[in-house]
Nanobody, 117 residues
Framework: QVQLVESGGGLVQPGGSLRLSCAAS????????MGWYRQAPEKQRELVAV???????KYADSVKGRFTISRDTAKNTVYLGMNSLKPEDTAVYYC???????????WGQGTQVTVSS
């Protein structure tokens, strides 16, 4: 298991940008999967972006070209850069980590992102 702490959420106007951070309690170098999910009110949690084996990035179609996932192994942190934000991006964003393929995932407490004028 790994503990995860998200930060960087907030209120932003449509078209604006935010960068979310997810700090892990241990080295992320060999973690199989790390990434971001989000959950809007009365909707199911959905994948936003993940990095698999430190190399392969996958994105939801709705965020491709606008969001970028990255990681800094020296800081044990994963980031989600979000540009051209839309009101429909409003949600609680959760960081997740799966230490090895098939293992149970760990989750952070979530950070609120609100896109509104």
């Amino acid at each position: 298991q790994v503990q995860l702490v998200e930060s960087g959420g907030g209120l932003v106007q449509p078209g604006g940008s935010l960068r979310l951070s997810c700090a892990a309690s241990r080295s992320i170098f060999n973690i199989y999967l790390m990434g971001w999910y989000r959950q809007a009110p009365e909707k199911q949690r959905e994948l936003v972006a993940v990095i698999i084996s430190g190399r392969e990035a996958k994105y939801a179609d709705s965020v491709k070209g606008r969001f970028t996932i990255s990681r800094d192994t020296a800081k044990n942190t994963v980031y989600l850069g979000m540009n051209s934000l839309k009101p429909e991006d409003t949600a609680v964003y959760y960081c997740t980590a799966v230490t090895s393929k098939g293992a149970m995932g760990s989750w952070g407490q979530g950070t609120q992102v609100t896109v509104s004028s």
